[in-house]
């Protein structure tokens, strides 16, 4: 049974709270995203290694986003669980979120559900995600799926800082309507940007932006074809060409396209579906190869992608 717990409650946002699967409701005659009501929310964890484990050294939250660490039939917090309980992401929203591991922690964060990003008027949602590992230290971010729906107008930004001696895997994925429900992405904005220090030098620099002008045209052969679902996976650490070429010799069986190189030091994979479902079940098969290679810590698939 999954026992979640709130360490921390602090600041008072602006959003009222509602269900995941239905879009936040906009007044009659607005013109501007900058009309209505908008979430700016924000959250800050720090862990660090001791003695006992890893342990919290720091947890600040602003609604509409919160923090929970389930524990597993009582036993010690495995995860830390991204919650925006305003119930999807709407234009003009500006949500940020950092998790730094310091002095030998190990941490795994995802969020409790795929996130949604619905139609904007104008103005893009702003979603910034910064993650810092110390030396020694070794963290994945593995948050569930990103859908972002017709007309939505969305800029992601995904900061990395590491240091020599670190260990880290990162994923972000999008989903551009669900294919199940005949949906399609026709209009709207898209940016998905990450940028990846090592020793505060930039060693890798990578941006998704398509437009209002670029998305009819989306499935042509020479931008998506008809994939729907993708995905980034970022590794740096030691095991580095252990899981280079796992992707090489097992990615023609996954559910999708799968694409890996190394660059500066890094392993990009890149993942490619026409279904979600598809595109989950590959990254699951991919992060369960990744927890094989680490007996003492499993970097597989979080608790919550089967809850």
């Not at 717990?5 to 013109?31: F, N």
């Not at 990450?194 to 030098?201: E, I, M, P, Y």
Request: overall charge neutral; hydrophobic content about 40%.
């Amino acid at each position: 049974m999954l026992d979640a717990l709130i360490v921390a409650d602090v600041g008072e946002g602006s959003v009222k709270h509602g269900g995941s699967s239905t879009p936040r409701e906009c007044p009659t005659g607005a013109r501007s995203d900058r009309e209505l009501q908008r979430a700016q929310g924000s959250v800050r964890l720090v862990l660090a290694g001791s003695e006992h484990g890893t342990r919290i050294v720091d947890v600040y939250q602003q609604s509409p986003l919160r923090i929970l660490f389930p524990r597993i039939r009582g036993g010690a917090p495995e995860e830390a669980v991204l919650v925006n309980t305003a119930g999807g992401i709407a234009g003009g929203d500006r949500l940020e979120s950092a998790v730094t591991v310091v002095a030998d922690a190990t941490a795994t964060a995802t969020s409790q559900a795929a996130e949604r990003v619905y139609r904007a008027l104008n103005q893009p949602a702003l979603v910034t995600t910064r993650l810092k590992v110390d030396a020694t230290s070794r963290l994945a971010w593995l948050p569930q799926e990103t859908i972002v729906f017709d007309g939505a107008r969305l800029r992601r930004s995904t900061e990395i800082e590491l240091s020599s001696g670190a260990e880290l895997l990162a994923l972000e994925w999008l989903v551009l309507g669900r294919a199940a429900h005949g949906e399609e992405m026709v209009a709207g904005e898209i940016t998905d940007r990450w940028r990846v220090k090592r020793d505060g030098r930039l060693i890798w620099a990578d941006s998704f932006h398509v437009t209002d002008e670029v998305l009819p045209r989306l499935g042509s052969p020479a931008l998506l074809a008809d994939f729907r679902s993708i995905a980034t996976l970022v590794y740096f650490g030691p095991n580095r060409e252990q899981h280079f070429d796992f992707m090489h010799e097992q990615g023609p069986s996954l559910k999708c396209r799968c694409a890996a190189t190394v660059v500066s030091g890094l392993l990009i994979a890149r993942f490619a579906a026409s279904a979600s479902f598809d595109l989950k079940e590959s990254l699951q098969a991919a992060l369960t190869q990744f927890g094989h290679a680490h007996r003492s810590w499993s970097f597989g698939p979080p608790k919550m992608w089967s809850v």
